[in-house]
Every structure is written in structure tokens, then in C-alpha cells.
């Protein structure tokens, strides 16, 4: 549905995007992280058509965005800011959008009425969209993505300013509008990406460091499985008797109320919890808590992103 072909975009003498290249299937939904200035938001206007990329293209359902309307057409945009028009009412102003998208009178209602619904704008529908709330106008900016039923969905940080409820019902409609739609989700939140993604690509520096599953990236970090437990012993007695296990990698405790809190990490991400049981009760240890970590899309993210900027210092010096 989607397929980028080495997309690059320079500002005078800086360069934005380096070189990107990725395919979507169709109904895949792909979320896309990256530190502030990594050149999401670019990407994202020049698959839209909304700026020209340097060099490279971008093309949709077989079609060039920057040489093709229908290619536009078939793509509902969510900009981070959506501008808006504060003295039309919601209503209004999404059947001024159904008219730009050349949408005769009839499914303009229809849908007009479906998107208000989807996106919880039925009450406000009729308010002057300068009245509501950000997260409001956040829920307009949506709607009007959606109400063409494009193809394609780009959503720039779509739960920006909305309320944790709203947060929830945004993503509950993102998950729904799998494989109706190819989406595309830029988004600072990476709970928001674990939760609705299908892939995720990580750009950093204009380029793409990382792709794959949120399982896949998480099971990449190192060092990121580890094992957390509590028991009523002293601390340096913990780290020598665990610390004799040979698949712990290292043992890190701390004293609280009398109880020692232990973080193992093991070698090569092996589960050491059965030992760890039984070396505990053989000691006589009374246990409150274990429980086994594993990495987090969190983690992921800042190690690769870490290294990007390592390595770009590096390439710099």
C-alpha cells in the first residue's frame, strides 16, 4: 500500500531525512518513534504531498504523491496541530472538509454522522470549535482524517491534550480501524505504539535504525531480562549465595524495612527463577514478592537511540 524509495529532504544546508526507505502492506497499522528533531513529522508531510522530498519517492496504492491527486486523495492526514477553523462549529467545518474532498451531499451526512460518533464529537458537534477544549479539537482533527474513509491514515501524535479516558477510547478506535485502513502513527507515547502497533520503525538522525514487532525490539535489548524479588535477609548475604548461581550475569540490592530487594540479571536471557526458588527456601528466606521483567519498547528505544548519537559524534569528531 505504501512504499518509500529513498526519501531525503534537505533545509539549505541541513539534512532532514536521509536516505529513507520502507514498505506498508495494506492494513497495517506502524508506528513511528524518534527523539525530537529525528525527522517524523518531515516524513510524514512528504508522504502526504504536503512538502516536496529532495530527492526519492513516495507512493501510494501504485501511485506518486507528489505527481498524483488521487494518491492525496486516498490519504487522511492528522498534523500534530490541526488547523482548525475557530469561528465555524464542528459540523460546519467537517462538511466544509467533506466539500474539499469533492464528497456529494449525501455521504458527507452519512459519514459526518459516523466519524462524530467514532470519535466522541456527537455532543460538541454543534459548538464553535474555538469553544472546546484540546482534546476536543484533537477529536475534530480525527474526525476529519477519517471522514473520507481514506486508504491511508497519517495521525501526528493523535492523543496529544486528551485525558487518559480519551486516551483509551482513541486508541480502542485505532485498534478497530485495523486492516480498514493502512495507518501510519507518530507518536512521543511509546505505551500508545506497544499497544496498537503492528511494526514500529525508530528513526533517528533522518534514518531508520530500527524496525520490526514491539516483541521483536523489546526481545533486542540487553540485558533487559531480569528477575526482581524481596526477602527478610541481609543484603550482603543475598548478593554472595545469588551471586554463586552461574547463569546470573549481576545481583543489585537494597535494604528496605528490614527486607532486602534484589534485582538478577541473568546470561543470555535465561529464566533463572527455578533456581532462584530453590536456593531461597534452602536458605530459609522468607519470600514476599518475585516476579520476571522483561525488556520494555522503553528501553529499546533509548539504547538505539543512544548509540545513533554515539555514533554520529563519533562519525563528527
Known sequence: MIEVQNLVKWYGPTLAVDDL?????????????????AG???????????IPPSSGRAVVAGLDVTQSAQARADIGYQPENTPLYSEMRVEEYLQYRGKLMQMDRGSRTKRIDLVCDRC???QSRRRLIGQLSKGNRQRVGL????????????????TSGLDPNQVTHVRELIRELRGKHTI??????????EKTADRVLIIAGGRIVAEGTPDELRHSVSSAVRVLFEVKAAADAVQRVVGQIPDIASVETSMHDGWCRAV?????????REQLGQLLLTNGWPVRE????GGSLEEFFIQITADQEQARGETAA
Do not use: C, Y
Not at 21 to 37: A, D, R
Not at 40 to 50: A, C, D, N, V
Not at 184 to 193: A, G, M, Q, R
Open 184 to 193: 501510519i502513527l507518530s507518536t512521543h507515547i511509546l505505551p500508545e505504539v
Open 40 to 50: 517524523k513529522s518531515t516524513t510524514l508531510r512528504m508522504l502526504t504531498g504536503f
Open 120 to 122: 466522541g464529537l456527537t
Open 290 to 293: 518475585m516476579r520476571h521483567e
Open 143 to 158: 474526525a476529519q482524517a477519517l471522514l473520507h474513509d481514506p486508504k491511508v491514515l497519517i495521525l501526528d501524535e493523535p
Open 21 to 37: 526507505t520502507f514498505s506498508i502492506p495494506e492494513g497495517q497499522i506502524v508506528g513511528v518513534l524518534g527523539p525530537n528533531g
Open 264 to 272: 538478577v540479571a541473568p546470561r543470555d536471557s535465561q529464566d533463572v
